[in-house]
């Protein structure tokens, strides 16, 4: 009898610690989510470098803590739309105690003014036969359905600045699709779907029309540039001639 009820009162005992340090966990995600918080309403746009550290126009430092956002696959829409609605995507981005999104894109989102401008996000999904897809975006986000593509990528851009996240826009890889292998088409410099006189110009457009955007505070010129002519001095050459432009 005697061991049964001090085995009782160990259980409750490891119950109440169980549940402390559910407390504690607790208390520390608030925190945490508080603190990214304060970050993110205490940063002053726009940002730079100062040595290795990015800063403020305060000159206070600022720490990036990003989150990958797909929109360079075939429909060239952000991926998730059809699931969630965008807002709750971004809130739930900051809830995760994210404050930056790496946004996706393919070089045919600037070059390609049909794709960019003529299609609508109901057009892109249904020629890939997408129908769910579609029925979902009008569930969830009505309001991007009928938008040409280009129009509701800056949609998704301009909701993750009203919840207080950042955006670097990141060149994924020239037309929409999956990426990426070593023998693809746009690995590198010089493939066939790779050529630096339109990636510079795409480069340049996309930069030009997000300039004033205080949210979007860099860009990723190319993603993981790869393959058997991945020379390291063509790659400093003409990052060098976009930076410059």
Same mark, same amino acid.
């Given at each position: ?18 549940? /402390?340090?559910?407390?504690? *966990?607790? @208390? ?26 990015? $800063? ?20 060239? $829409? ?22 930056? $999104? ?9 070059? /390609? ?10 057009? *892109? ?15 969830? /986000? ?20 009203? /919840? ?23 690995? +590198?410099?010089? @493939? ?20 004033? $955007? ?25 990052? +060098? ?5």
């Amino acid at each position: 009898y005697k061991l049964r009820f001090k085995f009782k009162i160990i259980i409750i005992k490891n119950k109440e610690t169980h549940k /402390n340090k559910m407390a504690r *966990s607790i @208390y520390l995600c608030i925190f945490l989510l508080f603190i990214t918080w304060i970050t993110i309403l205490s940063t002053s746009f726009p940002l730079s470098t100062k040595t290795r550290w990015i $800063v403020d126009e305060k000159g206070q430092r600022v720490k990036l803590a990003c989150v990958n956002w797909p929109a360079h696959l075939q429909p060239a $829409v952000a991926e998730g739309l059809s699931k969630q609605p965008l807002d709750s995507i971004s809130k739930m981005i900051v809830s995760m105690g994210f404050n930056c $999104v790496r946004l996706t894109w393919p070089l045919d989102l600037m070059t /390609n003014d049909t794709l960019a401008l003529k299609i609508t996000v109901k057009q *892109s999904f249904e020629s890939l036969n997408l129908f769910d897809d579609v029925l979902g975006i009008q569930i969830h /986000n009505p309001k991007i359905l009928n938008l040409p593509i280009f129009n509701a990528f800056q949609e998704v851009v301009s909701n993750l600045g009203q /919840n207080g996240l950042m955006v670097i826009l990141d060149n994924h890889l020239t037309y929409p699709g999956w990426c990426c292998s070593d023998n693809d088409l746009d690995a +590198f410099f010089g @493939y066939p779907n790779f050529d630096p006189v339109i990636w510079a110009k795409g480069l340049g457009k996309m930069a030009t029309l997000f300039r004033n $955007v205080t949210n979007v505070i860099g860009m990723s010129l190319r993603n993981e540039p790869r393959g058997t002519r991945d020379y390291p001095d063509l790659w400093f050459r003409y990052a +060098f001639q976009i930076i410059t432009k």
